[in-house]
């Protein structure tokens, strides 16, 4: 024996020297502290009016005014955390950007749009080589571009548009071979445009509209293999020709040059197969159109203001999706001709618009009737002189096209909703009140001049794109701005059944814009995000989440392998030592089931040999079972003399030793209340352990509130299960001697007996409350892993792993809504607290309230759900005590007037149903994670 303890002593010390090192490991990951002091330097060169940055100085990773959210999140690497993501999207930012930006080796995100901030973009971003995504777009920026930003050899996007950007492209970019998007428009960047950018491989969108750039047009942009849009509007490309080459642009959907100073002719663009829209406006292109057919995708082309003479080409009308053909203010001549118009039919909201004015035709060839939604325009040519062509020789304005706010659906009240919640305009449920995301979204190069023939296209795809349903987007207005760009209003509602988005979704839909998350659509083009509003439901409710473990996807999987493996050693390290232990005893007595030994002696515990269990279970039959959990089977059973009983019989692996066993039998010994379920007796014979409870015929609350029950509760009979309820926790709480902490309460663990008396159940989780120390204080909590259910838990417990009575307050005030409401605590990935919470605060509490009970005194019912609130509250102080519960309980109780407090079967309720009815588990719910009484196996819930 003496042995058996050094060795014991041994290997406690080996274990605790691995725990000593886990948690030097864990402490080692803080934050590197030269990415710290950059992020303070960072701060300072800013400008923060808002103090919206405030929360930095208490390494708190992300802030937020709501106009605007800033947050950077970390990953682990070296032993360190590192910042990840730096998103300071419109924050009321000013000052400039500090070097320091270099320092933050591991960033991926950079991300200061829609801000002033000033001065000049730092060449140490160059240093950041992970970098993905710089996002500078919408500032004061000033200076040249710097050539190291061309030796990123990660970067997708580069987005400075908006800024006062000067100087000329680096040759360097052409280095950038993962970049696919150059958004640089809205700058004064002057000179030649590299002809190495053309190295490219990944290029698909080239947006530098709106520059001083000269010199001549790269022909080599010929041999880009993925360019979709090029965009050079208002440049300056004095005397220069398109290139010829441009014709082999493979891949090309948008070819846009207007106002760019160019000459020569239009080269042919047939062989382009999916080109659509081309603007060459403005310049001055000479020669004729070339006559070769264009692309059947052709939407757009834009002509006008050139010195294009010839004949309007034929091909024309073989385009059959053509919306826009403007070639007004050239020299054409010749005759129009009509098949362009003739046999077309427009639907869906499409128009084709034909600008020929100012030109040198002369007649149209063909019927001059135009179908409906077609315009001809035709002033300034000598065909006007004839007097039946006046309707189209008359000054045509274009209509300007616009989405006005949408009213409320057909049949809803107006102005019912609360403030801030509104009814979504599709939703399959009419006139229901939901509180929406606003976002402004902006497509910054369309493939179309009119929005309204592709709203719905649109609507599929970004709803497609978020993973929402189409009826939860709604564009509620859109204006054309210089570009052309379509800036919109878009309104994203929760799902049906919802009143507003959870944190995660909108945190999800959040991510999914500035991250770019949803694909780049051939017609729509690039898209930006300008602004993300959350209305006030979201403001109190929606917390900006730091980067929780802080760790990235691989260090997690290094953690939970390492924790594994260390369990792994453990396990072997005590098996090790039992079965040491083991070959030191004798072995006289066989291991048998049915081999007794002295049974453990509690005072008021029976004691039961094996035999008795087998009789009283028919032989453990099946038939017998009504009810499995982790711990073992559960099992009808009658005694020798009459009485009906549950028998709990552990499986093999989950037979406890015996000081454990008895520690928890003593402790279940000493609990007795009418709400508490009874403990009869025990079996513990050699390899066998069994616990007799008295048979509780009505099952789990749980079923009893589920919408599976044929008779549902009224509301009296669920406040009197509340109240019992309350009262055997109470106990626990105040008269158990010494009190104890429940720790897993839950639906499933409140059991009905055969006088629908509310009990609770399963004290397998249960912990001693803390007693007084030497100087007679007493602990306010308890410090435990963390375990429990899923949707009871406490958040408080759960992010301290501090238990308190609290703690059981918080998870019966989740039962109280699951009596108020039918509703699970977790469904569908909605939480019943926050649902609740929302329907409160939105005054709309008797939406959610289960209408299976019937009529009840909507006074009474206002009061227990603002106790049940109360009990959910986050902060454990503000949680009332379970003293407190049961009084406000008993005060609800008085002023309903049909309160029944006998113990007889609650009016208005259920018949008692027999042992073989629908309710399979009378005593112990099928959910593992439920009802075991003892030494459930519970899955530990870690904070994450």
């Not at 991250?515 to 083009?525: K, M, R």
């Not at 028919?618 to 711990?631: L, M, T």
Request: charged letters at 20%; a negative charge; proline letters at 7%.
């Amino acid at each position: 024996m003496k042995w058996e303890c050094q060795e014991l002593g041994s290997i406690l010390l080996l274990l605790l020297a691995v725990c000593v090192c886990l948690s030097v490991g864990v402490q080692g990951q803080v934050t590197d502290p030269t990415e710290v002091s950059a992020l303070r330097e960072i701060r300072r060169n800013l400008v923060d009016p808002m103090k919206n940055l405030s929360n930095w100085d208490r390494g708190d990773p992300c802030s937020s005014n709501w106009t605007g959210i800033g947050c950077y999140n970390k990953t682990l690497n070296d032993g360190y955390l590192h910042i990840q993501d730096l998103e300071l999207l419109n924050m009321n930012l000013s000052g400039t950007l500090s070097p320091e930006l270099g320092s933050l080796s591991y960033l991926k995100i950079l991300d200061f749009m829609w801000n002033s901030i000033s001065g000049s973009i730092p060449k140490e971003i160059g240093n950041i080589k992970t970098l993905v995504l710089l996002l500078l777009n919408g500032n004061q920026l000033t200076g040249p571009l710097p050539e190291e930003l061309g030796y990123l050899p990660n970067l997708d996007r580069i987005q400075i548009d908006q800024n006062k950007i000067s100087g000329e492209l680096p040759k360097s970019f052409a280095n950038l071979n993962k970049t696919k998007h150059f958004h640089m428009n809205n700058n004064s960047i002057s000179g030649q445009i590299p002809h190495e950018l053309s190295r490219l491989p990944k290029l698909v969108h080239f947006l530098l509209d709106n520059n001083n750039l000269s010199g001549h047009l790269p022909p080599e942009f010929s041999q880009l293999p993925n360019l979709l849009i090029i965009q050079l509007d208002n440049n300056h490309f004095d005397g220069t020709a398109i290139p010829a080459s441009y014709s082999n642009m493979s891949k090309l959907l948008k070819m846009s040059l207007r106002n760019c100073g160019l000459q020569g002719p239009i080269p042919d663009l047939s062989k382009i197969p999916q080109l659509s829209y081309i603007d060459l406006s403005s310049n001055q292109l000479s020669g004729s159109i070339p006559p070769n057919k264009l692309s059947d995708n052709m939407t757009t082309i834009i002509l006008s203001n050139n010195n294009l003479s010839g004949n309007i080409p034929v091909n024309f009308s073989r385009l059959p999706y053509i919306e826009r053909l403007s070639l007004a203010n050239n020299r054409l001549n010749g005759s129009v001709p009509a098949t362009i118009w003739e046999n077309r039919t427009l639907t869906g909201g499409h128009r084709l618009i034909m600008d020929f004015e100012n030109n040198m035709l002369s007649s149209i060839s063909g019927s001059t009737t135009t179908p409906p939604n077609v315009s001809l325009q035709l002033e300034g040519n000598p065909l006007c002189s004839r007097a039946n062509l006046g309707r189209f020789c008359g000054s045509n304005q274009d209509e300007v096209e616009s989405e006005s706010p949408r009213n409320n659906p057909v049949g809803c009240p107006s102005q019912a909703c609360p403030p801030s919640y509104e009814y979504p305009p599709v939703y399959p449920v009419s006139c229901v009140c939901a509180a929406p995301l606003l976002v402004e979204y902006r497509l910054k190069s369309p493939g179309f001049l009119r929005f309204n023939p592709y709203r719905n296209g649109f609507e599929e795809y970004l709803s497609s794109g978020l993973r929402l349903y189409q009826y939860q987007l709604d564009v509620n207005s859109i204006i054309w701005q210089e570009g052309p760009r379509l800036k919109m209003s878009l309104k994203l509602f929760p799902e049906n059944g919802s009143y507003v988005f959870n944190t995660s979704e909108v945190w999800r839909i959040w991510r999914m814009f500035t991250g770019w998350q949803v694909p780049d659509n051939d017609t729509f083009g690039p898209y930006e995000l300008l602004n993300f509003i959350l209305l006030d439901p979201y403001k109190t409710d929606i917390v900006i989440p730091p980067s929780k473990s802080g760790l990235s996807t691989g260090a997690l999987v290094g953690i939970i392998l390492g924790t594994l493996a260390f369990a792994v050693a453990l396990s072997a390290v005590v098996s090790l030592l039992i079965y040491r232990i083991y070959l030191r005893k004798p072995h006289g007595v066989p291991n048998s089931r049915r081999v007794s030994r002295n049974p453990i002696k509690i005072d008021g515990v029976r004691g039961f040999t094996y035999e008795e269990m087998a009789v009283a279970t028919n032989n453990f039959s099946d038939s017998q079972q009504v009810g499995q959990g982790g711990y073992g089977k559960v099992y009808k059973g009658i005694l020798a003399d009459g009485t009906v009983v549950a028998i709990k019989r552990a499986q093999e692996g989950s037979l406890q030793g015996d000081k454990e066993f008895f520690t928890e039998i003593e402790l279940l010994s000493r609990l007795h209340h009418r709400n508490l379920v009874s403990l009869v007796g025990l079996c513990d014979e050699e390899g066998e352990q069994m616990l007799v409870y008295e048979f509780m015929a009505n099952g789990t609350l749980r079923e009893h509130i589920s919408a599976k029950c044929k008779q549902p509760l009224s509301f009296a009979s669920r406040l009197r299960l509340a109240l019992g309820s309350a009262k055997g926790i109470l106990y626990l709480h105040t008269e158990a001697d010494p009190p104890i902490f429940h720790r897993d309460i839950k639906a499933t663990n409140i059991l009905l007996d055969s006088k629908y008396m509310a009990k609770v159940a399963d004290f397998g989780l249960s912990r001693l409350a803390p007693v007084p120390d030497i100087q007679g204080l007493t602990p306010t909590h308890v410090s435990t892993v963390v375990k429990g259910t899923p949707g009871y838990l406490d958040p408080e417990y759960f992010l301290t792993h501090k238990l308190t009575d609290k703690s059981d307050v918080y998870s019966l005030g989740v039962v109280f809504l699951e009596l108020l409401t039918g509703m699970h605590p977790i469904q569908h990935g909605k939480n019943i607290v926050r649902e609740v919470n929302v329907a409160y605060r939105a005054g709309i509490i008797f939406s959610v309230i289960d209408e299976r009970m019937g009529s009840y005194p909507s006074g009474c019912v206002e009061k227990f759900v603002d106790l049940a609130l109360r009990c959910c509250q986050d902060e454990t102080d503000a949680r009332p005590t379970m003293m407190e519960v049961v009084r406000e309980l008993e005060n609800i109780s008085s002023l309903v007037p049909d309160f029944d407090t006998s113990t007889s079967i609650p009016s208005g309720s259920i018949t008692s149903p027999s042992y073989s009815s629908n309710i399979r588990n009378p005593f112990i719910s099928s959910d593992v994670s439920g009802s075991d009484l003892i030494s459930g196996v519970v899955p530990d819930i870690s904070p994450r």
